[in-house]
C-alpha cells in the first residue's frame, strides 16, 4: 500500500511515455553514423569508416587469425571473440535494414500510451512495467560496459606483450612497442565501437517484448471495467469497447512489425549463443592464467546470457498477457449491454484467443523453454570437447 502510494505520488501527472526507453537504442545508433533524413557528409563518412574498419574489419581479422594462433588456449579465445563480433555484424546490417518498421512500432505505442488515463492503469505502468523497461537497460549498459572496460585492463596489465584477441594484421605487431599499441589501441575501441552497435540490437528485443506485454496487461485491465460506470450510456459503454477492439488491432499490428524484426536477428543469436556459452566456458575453466581473465570471462558469460534470457522471459509474459485477454473480456458487464455490443465481443473473443508465439526464422519459439534448450546444447557441445580432450 506505502509502495502504491509513493509511486502515486512521485509520478502523479507525470506523462506516459514507453518510447523513452528506445532513447538509447538510437543514440547508439547516431554514435555509430546512422542516421535518419538528409545526411552531412561527415556523418556518411563516419558511417563508411565504422563500417569499413569494425563491422567488417574486426571479424575478418579475427576470422584470419583462428588459422593462424599456434596454441589451443588462443585458438578457443579466439574462435569466442570471433563468432560474437560476427554475430554482432550480421545483426547490426539486419536491423539496419529494419529501422523504418521500428519507426512504426514506436508510433504505434505512443498511441497506446496515449490510452493510459486510469489511475489503477497509471499506477501499474509506474510500478511494474516502468521499472521492468528500466531494470533492463541498467542491466545492459552495466554488463557491456564492464565486459569493455575488464578486457582492455586485462590486456594493458599484461606483462607480456599480447593482443585482447589473437587476431591477424597487415602488419607485424610484434616488431616493437609501437606497432603494439597501435594493435591493441585497434582492438580495444573497434570492440567497444562493436559493443555500441551490439547494445541497441540486444536491448531492442526485451524492451519491445516487455513493452507490448504490459500494454496487454493494461488492455486487459481496461476491457475488464467496460460496463460498470453506471454514469456511462449503453452507446458509450459499446464506444469504449470498439476503443478496446482498436487497441487490440495495435498489439496485433506491434506482433507482426516484431515478428518481421526478429525472423533473422533472433535466429542468428540463437545460432551463436550455445556455442559461445560452450566455448567461453571451456577458457574459463581451463585457459585463464590470471584473476583479471576470471573476472572478464564472468562477465563476458553474463554478457552472452543477457543476450538471449531477457528476450525469452519477456516473450514468454507477452505470451501469457495475450492469452488472458479472453478472461478479462468476460469480466466485463456485458450481459445488459446491447445487441451489437455482446456482437463485437464475440468478435474481440474470437480474435484474442488466437495463440501468438513470436519465432525467430519461424523455427525456435522466442520463449523460455527455447532458452533452456540453448543451454542445454551448450553443456551437449561442452561434453562433447571434453570426450575429444
Not at 563518412?45 to 588456449?73: C, E, R, S
Not at 528485443?205 to 496487454?216: E, F, R, T, V
Not at 474470437?350 to 532458452?371: C, M, R, V
Request: aromatic share 14%.
Amino acid at each position: 500500500m506505502l509502495k502504491k502510494l509513493f509511486l502515486h505520488n512521485k509520478f502523479a501527472g507525470a506523462p506516459i511515455n514507453t518510447v523513452e526507453f528506445f532513447d538509447i537504442f538510437w543514440l547508439c545508433w547516431k554514435a555509430v553514423g546512422v542516421r535518419f533524413g538528409a545526411k552531412k557528409w561527415y556523418i556518411t563518412l563516419q558511417d563508411i569508416m565504422v563500417n569499413i574498419f569494425v563491422t567488417i574489419f574486426l571479424p575478418l581479422h579475427l576470422t584470419m587469425g583462428l588459422f593462424l594462433v599456434p596454441k589451443l588456449a588462443d585458438a578457443f579465445k579466439n574462435l569466442a571473440a570471433t563468432i560474437t563480433s560476427v554475430a554482432c555484424s550480421i545483426k547490426h546490417y539486419f536491423f539496419r535494414y529494419k529501422l523504418p518498421k521500428i519507426r512504426e512500432l514506436q508510433l504505434l505505442l505512443k498511441q497506446l500510451d496515449e490510452r493510459i488515463v486510469a489511475q489503477d492503469e497509471r499506477d501499474y505502468y509506474n510500478g511494474t512495467l516502468r521499472t521492468n523497461m528500466r531494470n533492463i537497460m541498467i542491466a545492459f549498459c552495466c554488463t557491456y560496459a564492464g565486459d569493455a572496460i575488464v578486457a582492455a585492463i586485462d590486456v594493458l596489465y599484461k606483462n607480456e606483450r599480447e593482443l585482447m584477441y589473437p587476431a591477424w594484421f597487415p602488419f607485424d605487431w610484434s616488431a616493437n612497442i609501437f606497432t603494439y599499441y597501435v594493435a591493441v589501441s585497434y582492438q580495444i575501441i573497434s570492440a567497444t565501437i562493436q559493443i555500441m552497435q551490439n547494445l541497441p540490437n540486444d536491448t531492442f528485443a526485451p524492451i519491445a517484448l516487455c513493452a507490448i506485454s504490459g500494454h496487454a496487461h493494461l488492455l486487459a485491465m481496461r476491457v475488464a471495467k467496460v460496463g460498470y460506470d453506471e454514469s456511462k450510456t449503453l452507446v458509450e459503454n459499446e464506444r469504449e469497447l470498439n476503443e478496446c477492439i482498436e487497441d487490440h488491432k495495435k498489439l496485433l499490428r506491434i506482433f507482426d512489425l516484431l515478428q518481421d524484426i526478429f525472423w533473422y536477428t533472433q535466429l542468428v543469436q540463437f545460432s551463436t549463443v550455445a556455442l559461445s556459452i560452450c566455448l567461453t566456458v571451456v577458457c574459463l575453466l581451463y585457459f585463464v592464467e590470471n584473476f583479471l581473465g576470471y573476472i572478464y570471462y564472468m562477465v563476458y558469460l553474463t554478457a552472452i546470457m543477457m543476450e538471449l534470457f531477457p528476450a525469452c522471459y519477456f516473450g514468454s509474459q507477452m505470451s501469457e498477457e495475450l492469452e488472458a485477454l479472453p478472461y478479462a473480456i468476460f469480466k466485463c458487464n456485458w450481459v445488459s449491454q446491447r445487441k451489437s455490443f455482446k456482437q463485437n465481443l464475440r468478435v474481440f473473443t474470437e480474435l484474442a484467443l488466437k495463440p501468438l508465439t513470436l519465432t525467430a526464422g519461424g523455427i525456435i519459439d522466442i520463449h523460455l523453454t527455447s532458452f533452456v534448450a540453448t543451454c542445454k546444447m551448450a553443456y551437449s557441445i561442452y561434453t562433447v570437447l571434453l570426450n575429444m580432450k
